[in-house]
């Protein structure tokens, strides 16, 4: 009282038994949560660790450990993740107070177009790979029809779930919920690194086809040759043009999953909820990036027909080749100029940074930069490739600057868009100046034969095991980072 009356500090003594044991709780609940988190975590990191080792014992010794064992532990991994996105299902609808809080930034349109698209895309994988193994049923065993049918449920209900769920911040059993998604993090993470590393079926469908050429010249072959070549011909064709979608899938779960973890036990202040004077997507004071980008769409569509036409036959010509490198040779250099030119718009402009503590633009954030390892690394090894070996010819001359133009594009992008999502956006103007959008030619490298694997050069050097390894962990990637970068360029024009 005498405090109060004088207009003195109250000393920390006199503070309210309230205040004391207010303070006390929460830093007993930060310190949880980052038990909870480091054990969660640590969870994870072990999983993985055991996946790998069975993984890398397969690699280099298939006799000891063999595929079977390593799809064994995927099924028990996959089978526990089930069981508890059922019980996080139940959970949430049962109790309406388990999620008080949604995050807006988590889960946009396009991270859930690409979980229904590319999900949809490995259900349909499996589904393939399923009509594959019956037809050769008579010399295989009927167990390998158990892993692709497991793998189409636990894709089926990992999505409808990540779909449903992605923004939740849950606030009740938040050690099991945060093990639980550590775990399907995990399991998906183990399911990428086997669809990268695996090769068998792409070897055994090869094997198949010399065996055919060595049945219809008249010579006698061992090899397991399937009952109906027709129906065969279709499920050999859709599983390997879907294949890369699989890894897709496995990514951005994770990206997903991993969003969510952090979003466990957190508490939004009640105007983070929306932003009420966000402006909508429109096209005003931007047309000419936009009449570039569908120019770009529009060519790019055509070089991608042109070149599947092609490599659908015995064998696809030189000229298909150059036709697709030197395209991208001329979109390339038009995108990076374009994002330099972005960058310096921005350095002009007198605009706060945005210093919000904002899980989800973090993430972005580390995402692309670590997207863009795919394509990046694709580029470095194809470079030592041709400098070593045949650095004159057309072609390769070609494929040398796609390569380097592809890395220099992507360091471009990415200064642009990790500098204009970190600006603070103005929702009370109307959005003007110059916009620059880009087409998602990332169809190219997601659908259909993959000229980085078909132009005979990187296979030669590095030799097919390898060569295949380092595509299947590069192209799904890049496929993600385009995408991912699609996203990002739109959240940087709403706020521009």
């Not at 995108?335 to 310096?344: E, F, H, I, N």
């Not at 605009?351 to 580029?379: C, F, H, Y």
Request: glycine letters at 8%; one cysteine or more.
């Amino acid at each position: 009282m005498e405090a109060e009356e004088t207009g003195a500090p109250a000393s920390p003594g006199q503070k309210s038994w309230l205040v004391r044991h207010f303070s006390l709780l929460l830093r007993r609940d930060r310190q949880a949560q980052k038990a909870g988190q480091l054990f969660s975590g640590l969870l994870a990191l072990n999983v993985v660790f055991l996946g790998g080792a069975f993984i890398c014992s397969m690699i280099f010794n298939n006799v000891a450990v063999t595929l079977g064992d390593v799809w064994i532990l995927l099924a028990v991994l996959k089978a526990l993740s089930l069981l508890w996105l059922l019980c996080y299902v139940a959970g949430t609808t049962r109790r309406p107070h388990a999620v008080l809080y949604r995050d807006p930034h988590a889960g946009p349109v396009w991270v859930r177009g690409s979980l229904l698209l590319f999900g949809s895309c490995t259900i349909c994988l499996n589904v393939f790979r399923v009509g594959y193994d019956v037809s050769h049923i008579h010399c295989k065993s009927q167990l390998e029809l158990l892993f692709p049918a497991l793998e189409i449920i636990f894709t089926g209900l990992q999505t409808w779930v990540l779909w449903k769920h992605c923004k939740d911040c849950i606030q009740v059993q938040t050690n099991f919920t945060r093990c639980g998604l550590m775990l399907t993090l995990a399991t998906n993470l183990l399911m990428w690194v086997l669809a990268v590393t695996n090769d068998s079926l792409h070897r055994e469908i090869e094997a198949e086809l010399n065996a055919l050429m060595k049945k219809f010249s008249g010579n006698d072959t061992n090899t397991c040759l399937c009952l109906n070549a027709t129906v065969c011909e279709v499920f050999r064709k859709g599983y390997l043009m879907l294949y890369p979608f699989s890894t897709e899938y496995c990514l951005i779960c994770c990206a997903v999953l991993f969003v969510m973890w952090k979003n466990v036990g957190r508490r939004l202040a009640p105007h983070a909820s929306a932003h009420p004077g966000a402006p909508s997507f429109h096209l005003h004071g931007a047309i000419f990036g936009p009449l570039l980008g569908l120019l770009a769409l529009v060519a790019g569509v055509c070089v991608f027909v042109i070149f599947q036409i092609e490599a659908s036959g015995p064998s696809i010509a030189r000229q298909y080749f150059t036709i697709y490198y030197a395209f991208y040779a001329a979109v390339l250099p038009s995108m990076s100029l374009a994002c330099l030119a972005g960058t310096a718009i921005h350095g002009l402009e007198e605009r706060e940074l945005d210093t919000l503590k904002n899980p989800t633009r973090s993430v972005d954030v580390v995402l692309l930069m670590g997207a863009a390892l795919g394509q990046m690394g694709i580029s470095y090894f194809s470079i030592v490739a041709i400098v070593a070996t045949r650095p004159h010819e057309l072609l390769n001359r070609l494929i040398l600057a796609y390569s380097i133009l592809l890395i220099l594009q992507h360091i471009a992008q990415n200064l642009f868009i990790i500098e204009g999502l970190h600006r603070r956006p103005l929702w009370e103007a109307a959005p003007g100046g110059l916009a620059v959008f880009f087409a998602p030619l990332w169809m190219m490298p997601a659908f259909g034969i993959h000229p980085e694997f078909e132009n005979g050069l990187e296979k030669d050097f590095y030799g097919y095991r390898t060569w295949f390894t380092i595509v299947n962990f590069g192209l799904p990637l890049g496929v993600f980072y385009r995408m991912h970068s699609v996203g990002g360029l739109v959240e940087v024009y709403l706020g521009a």
